[in-house]
């Protein structure tokens, strides 16, 4: 029962880091520091970014396994670590020692471990974004494999999906930014204006470490494709 209570609370915790933001930072930084909460974040964003790969090479492998060679795996497999597991966790690292380390010099308060809890957090953008990107993608799956081709034109449907991918990356890059910085601001009790400024260089180093996952959108439509 205790378990379970704790993750009820988890869950409206995380809901209130959806909706009130603010609020959120402001009443866990007066909590124990707990890193379990951004892991199930991270891994939950992790799980659906593998989830479309294990599905495609279930699929051909059941259905066209001569297939496979054409379709690439080793070399799919291989992208989708590299950018879609590892770039997260650099993200996370690069903004959590880029936010602690310029707090620091200016006189932050939060701790190492309150930094890496609470721009943990902030990856939520992230897996919220992956999770429809795959649930999108599952859609398109099922109308080119699954749907006889007189139904649904894949070819119609697709471009207009992936054509707003490009505006919704920018939305989840400034509501992520956004929660960072009221991590930032309520880990070492800062104005908003100040954790503002602490944020502008791990962000940017992230931006320019982070663009080749602009690779994801002509990925995703590769395995649709069978390419």
Known sequence: MNRMNVIIGMFFGLK????????FFSGVT??????VPPLIIFGTGILFTLLPLV????????TASLNLTNFGWVVTIRNWLCYYVLTPLIT???MFLGAYGISRVLDGKGSLAATVQNIGYGMMPWAVSVIGTTIFSGILFFIAY???STIIVMEEVAPYGYGIFPYISLIILF?????WILAIQHTHRFTFRKASA????PVMIVIWLTIPVQ???????????GS
């Open 146 to 148: 699954i749907l006889p």
């Open 175 to 179: 509501w992520g930014w956004y929660l």
């Open 215 to 225: 690779a994801w959108t002509e990925s995703l439509r590769m395995i649709v494709a």
């Open 55 to 62: 599905i495609a090479l279930g699929y051909y492998s059941l």
């Open 198 to 201: 602490v944020s502008i260089v």
């Open 16 to 23: 209130d880091l959806l909706l009130h933001p603010d609020a």
């Open 92 to 94: 996370w690292g690069v």
């Open 30 to 35: 007066k909590e124990k520091v707990n890193l």
